[in-house]
């Protein structure tokens, strides 16, 4: 099966109900590019709050699931039947969560991933912001594929990674907030090329873009297919849809498929301590 993506890269303001409106046309105007499934960057509707230590005032920014841009978000992929993955800064009782909704391409909520893995540094100052995700489904069967879903810092961890394919994603999708210069150069399209061609899936990468209030955001988002190749990048510093071609096909004949996961030793695995509990 051959899936136009778009992975829309693009800056926030101050307005989350602007930003929304700018994400709508993005997502209107990808739809109309023939795109199937259409994706946004960590937080794309707010600025980056985590770039200072949390307020209770920022906490307070957080919004529900379901809530105002899963609403309107609904609403478009029913309208065009695209399938939309976003990222919001999540209220769910009294915890906070950086997540990622996946609503399929009629409307529905499909469910929400929420970041597992939440860091601690300068200009991203995570852990009072985000509870940490202890359970929840990692890949959802939409109308286009299995599509999971690794929140920014999730990707650095090769068992997330790996954990993704074990449930089955044909492609997996990074929502990303990524400074300029906070990596060595090329190591995060290593990173991603390295857990596509293990696990067998395409990977798609989309960064925000725009200089906030600490950080300057790159964009340069990528994606990648099952044999480690970068099949598409998008510019850095500006506003841009990054459309890729994904024949999902190609999973079911690559080296992963062919060598690396029917070869593998759950059994061994555990009698190592380690903690892969895959089948």
Request: charged share 25%.
């Amino acid at each position: 099966m051959s899936l136009k993506i778009a992975l829309i890269q693009q800056h926030a303001g101050l307005e989350p109900g602007e930003n929304r409106e700018r994400g709508a046309k993005a997502f209107l105007q990808a739809a109309r590019a023939g795109a199937g499934l259409a994706a946004f960057a960590e937080l794309a509707f707010s600025r980056f709050l985590p770039q200072v230590p949390a307020t209770e005032a920022r906490l307070l920014e957080a919004e529900p699931v379901p809530g105002p841009t899963t609403d309107l978000f609904g609403r478009l992929a029913k309208e065009t039947g695209v399938v939309a993955v976003l990222n919001v800064f999540e209220r769910a009782g009294r915890a906070t969560y950086d997540s990622s909704p996946v609503i399929d391409g009629d409307g529905s909520l499909l469910g929400v991933t929420r970041m597992a893995h939440i860091m601690e540094g300068p200009g991203f100052h995570e852990k009072g912001y985000y509870a940490p995700a202890d359970a929840g489904r990692l890949v959802f069967p939409t109308s286009v594929g299995k599509i999971g879903v690794a929140i920014c810092y999730d990707r650095h961890f090769p068992e997330y990674m790996r954990a993704l394919r074990l449930q089955g994603a044909e492609l997996v999708v990074v929502p990303q907030a990524g400074a300029v210069g906070e990596w060595t150069e090329g190591i995060f399209e290593a990173e991603l090329q390295t857990a596509a061609f293990q696990n067998g899936y395409f990977a798609a990468l989309v960064n925000r873009v725009g200089r906030e209030e600490e950080i300057e955001f790159s964009g340069e988002s990528f994606v990648v297919d099952p044999d480690g190749r970068v099949i598409a990048r998008a510019p850095r510093g500006a506003d841009h849809i990054l459309y890729a071609e994904c024949d999902l096909g190609k999973n079911r004949s690559c080296h992963a498929r062919r060598h690396f996961l029917e070869d593998r030793r759950p059994g061994l695995y555990r009698r190592l301590g380690l903690t892969d509990d895959g089948p």
